[in-house]
């Protein structure tokens, strides 16, 4: 489609990337095949040779999800955990990493268990800003961050880190994996980072039907460095995952909007229940991050995702999760149902103890990924889950 004639979000989701084919078709058909013909050796028909290399609905995808960006290029990957990787694999054996402290348990133990294998080696900071000068090292080729962080939703200040790790050593790429906001909620391109990178099997797909991963970045030497690496490695999403993370990417604006309109309110009660010890939403001007956020986030929106600390510790927190009726216990977040679960067992239960809870990951933490239902059914659920467990413990 080109560049399009607007900036305004929800109409690049609908049209960016949407190209018509022979038959006019307004939906982009689904383009299975493997390889493509060739009209004379090493001269394909049209623009694609092998679907390893390149798929017409895969490249649909990656453009749509670099507009959203605000960002030259995409590249899609066959999960976020493979998107991790390319970008590791990127960096110069040797090579040192510094990431954030609470972050998503699979990025934590690709960092500890496969990383350093390779020879790149990673230091954790929860005090990322006052730690970087004495954490950069002259072979430190990245600093990853998540903002809001999972589970214990700390928004770090993108531009500040940015601007930092700039000063220190211009090599360094930062990251930014923005899975709990969306494109919709915040462009981290736009605040001075180099790479942003998305589970899109979360909020971009958000139907909870598709493993997907997703990076967007304005660099060109990036670009063409990752876009190696994902034709080399061979992580790449089928046509039909990325078709459907695509139709999914059309909605992201009103799921996302609704989402983030009713985890305000769920939040704001949570924070004045007695049952609770603490509350953690950027949306809450209690937050640390509040401020931020407000700067940070698309008209100050919190985001669809929440953790707190109910009383009763473990066993409450088993307790509560056990006690919902539209709330589902499972892994995962950001579709269009409700989500909990209890990290310390379940997302993140393969961190240390001691580091978990160096995080603010303790055994009572409970983190909820709200859904596009009813906001008033969904904060009566918890209420009464709530009033389970008081009961009970």
């Known amino acids: 489609m080109g560049v399009l004639p607007t900036d305004k979000f929800a109409t690049k989701a609908i049209?960016?990337?949407?190209?018509?084919?022979?038959?006019?078709?307004?939906?982009?058909?689904?383009?299975?095949?493997?390889?493509?013909?060739?009209?004379?050796?090493?001269?394909?028909v049209g623009a694609y040779e092998y679907s390893r290399g390149q798929n017409p609905n895969r490249q649909n995808l990656e453009e749509a999800i670099a507009a959203l960006e605000s960002a030259k290029y995409g590249l899609a990957f066959s999960s976020g955990s493979a998107t991790t990787a390319v970008i590791v694999q990127s960096l110069p054996q040797g090579s040192h990493a510094i990431s954030i402290g609470d972050v998503y348990g699979g990025t934590h133990r690709y960092f500890t268990k496969v990383a350093n294998a390779h020879g790149v080696e990673t230091s954790f900071t929860n005090s990322l800003l006052e730690?970087?000068?004495?954490?950069?090292?002259?072979?430190?080729r990245l600093v990853w961050i998540e903002s809001p962080t999972n589970p214990t939703l700390q928004v770090t200040d993108i531009q500040q880190v940015a601007d930092t790790v700039k000063a220190l050593n211009e090599d360094i790429i930062l990251v930014v994996d923005n899975t709990f906001l969306s494109p919709y909620l915040s462009n981290p391109l736009n605040f001075g980072a180099d790479i942003v990178i998305h589970s899109a099997t979360k909020y971009i797909n958000g139907h909870s039907d598709v493993v997907l991963g997703a990076l967007a970045t304005n660099s060109t030497s990036l670009y063409e460095r990752l876009a190696f690496l994902q034709n080399a490695i061979g992580a790449i999403p089928s046509p039909f995952d990325a078709w459907l993370t695509h139709r999914g990417l059309k909605t992201l604006h009103l799921r996302v909007r609704q989402a983030a309109q009713s985890a305000q309110k769920i939040a704001e009660y949570l924070e004045q229940s007695e049952h609770v010890v603490s509350v953690n939403y950027p949306g809450l001007p209690s937050h640390r991050g509040y401020q931020i956020a407000q700067k940070q986030h698309r008209d100050g929106l919190g985001g669809g995702m929440i953790s707190f600390r109910v009383k009763g510790g473990a066993q409450g927190a088993a307790l509560l999760s056990q006690s919902t009726r539209l709330f589902t216990l499972a892994e995962s977040l950001g579709g269009i149902e409700s989500l909990l679960e209890v990290p310390a067992v379940m997302t993140h239960a393969g961190i240390p103890k001691e580091a978990r809870e160096a995080s603010g990951v303790y055994d009572d933490l409970v983190r909820v990924s709200v859904g596009i239902e009813?906001?008033?059914?969904?904060?009566?659920?918890?209420?009464?889950?709530?009033?389970v467990v008081a009961e009970s413990i």
């Open 15 to 44: 049209h960016a990337g949407a190209h018509t084919d022979l038959h006019g078709s307004v939906i982009e058909p689904i383009s299975l095949s493997t390889t493509f013909k060739q009209s004379s050796p090493g001269n394909p």
């Open 131 to 140: 730690d970087l000068p004495k954490l950069v090292r002259d072979n430190t």
């Open 374 to 387: 009813d906001t008033d059914d969904l904060l009566e659920d918890i209420k009464q889950a709530l009033s």
